[in-house]
């Protein structure tokens, strides 16, 4: 069997350089990474505006990236992974950017696959884009209870979602604008990207998946434990079975 | 054993509570967060009622022989001093943010007074 080559954006593609594009980055007390992370964006894209949105952190997490010249907001208290990624959606969405791809502070994602997540959103296949780590033949490693834990997630969203879905709780994204208006009207709390990713099929979006590879995280701690991590999968598997019978959020409107 | 009627009586009050749990959840009236604590109260005090006799074992262990439905009740108190627990810990936190906020507030806007000034 044969693996098709992901399509890619070039650097400086027009339909790229057309749009108001920005990054948004989630940092919780990621002050040796967040550097980094900017860099390896503007290596793909200088002209990508970057939002750091700092959770609450209680490291210098905010003035490194202030330092680097990105946008920084910084949340008075810790809202969680939701609160703060929404926040940059909100930013995104009053800003008028058309155009936004997640990337975590943390380095696990790798800004030099962003042109994989890029292509489907600029040839207008799809409203969001999900990089996963399961879809290709990569070879992510990741312990064992962990990925147990997301193939049952990745299991149940399929069913729910109608859709193959490999990698529901990856947080490497492209959106639209549609999505960004959405998500900036509505986003769940922890471990938000599976509820999300059911959100997106009720409002009649379209996801595509597209392998990428991920990193091990380089610094920071991991902010989910082993017996967390039961706690978070019923609770996250009760979120997506009511949010199945939850009536739709209204998307913000254009003003 | 426990009367059928307060086994009965006892599994539609359960029953009743996870209904009334899923619609708050579901009408974003309470988070998933807030609400399993409730739900684990509801299928134990529900598999408690339906299952007389695993109740009477229970009741059997505690030592209570006259009246197995007392270790219902015991139970489902126990359960409401726990969520009670859980909410005066929930209640802190915000209490906690909302002076965060107050202060962020009250910091911003004499910023921007001078600011205009």
């Known amino acids: 069997m044969t693996e098709l080559a992901t399509p890619e954006v070039r650097r400086g593609d027009p339909r790229l350089v057309a749009l108001r594009r920005i990054a948004i980055v989630p940092a919780l007390n990621e002050e040796e990474c967040v550097q980094r992370v900017i860099d390896e964006i503007r290596a793909f894209d200088p002209d990508l505006e970057i939002v750091v949105v700092d959770d609450g952190s209680i490291d210098r997490t905010s003035a490194a990236a202030a330092a680097k010249g990105a946008q920084v907001v910084r949340l008075p208290f810790n809202l969680g992974i939701g609160g703060a990624v929404q926040t940059g959606f909100r930013f995104a969405f009053e800003n008028g950017f058309q155009l936004a791809v997640r990337v975590d502070g943390d380095g696990q994602h790798d800004p030099a696959e962003l042109p994989k997540l890029l292509e489907p959103v600029l040839a207008g296949e799809a409203d969001i884009v999900v990089g996963s780590r399961f879809a290709g033949r990569g070879g992510y490693r990741s312990s064992r209870s962990r990925r147990v834990g997301i193939t049952i997630l990745a299991r149940v969203v399929s069913l729910l979602v109608r859709q193959r879905v490999t990698d529901p709780t990856s947080g490497f994204q492209a959106l639209n604008r549609h999505a960004i208006a959405l998500f900036a009207a509505d986003y769940p709390h922890d471990y938000p990207e599976v509820e999300a990713t059911v959100m997106v099929f009720k409002h009649r979006l379209r996801l595509k998946e597209v392998p990428v590879r991920m990193r091990e995280r380089a610094a920071g701690r991991s902010s989910i434990g082993a017996l967390t991590s039961v706690y978070y999968m019923i609770k996250v598997l009760l979120a997506i079975v009511v949010a199945m019978f939850r009536r739709n959020a209204v998307p913000l409107e254009e003003r | ?117």
């Open chain 2, 1 to 117: 054993m426990t009367p059928l009627p307060i086994a009965i009586a006892a599994a539609v009050a359960s029953f009743a509570l996870l209904v009334i749990v899923f619609e708050l959840i579901r009408s974003r009236r309470l988070r998933e967060r807030y609400a399993l604590l409730w739900l684990l109260t509801g299928f134990v005090m529900l598999a408690l009622s339906l299952w007389r006799g695993g109740l009477n074992t229970i009741a059997g262990w505690a030592g209570v022989e006259t009246y197995p439905p007392a270790v219902l009740f015991a139970v489902a108190a126990l359960f409401v001093i726990v969520v009670l627990l859980h909410y005066s810990t929930v209640i802190s936190k915000l209490a906690d943010q909302n002076t965060i906020l107050a202060q962020r507030l009250a910091l911003l806007e004499r910023e921007l007074e001078e600011k205009e000034a």
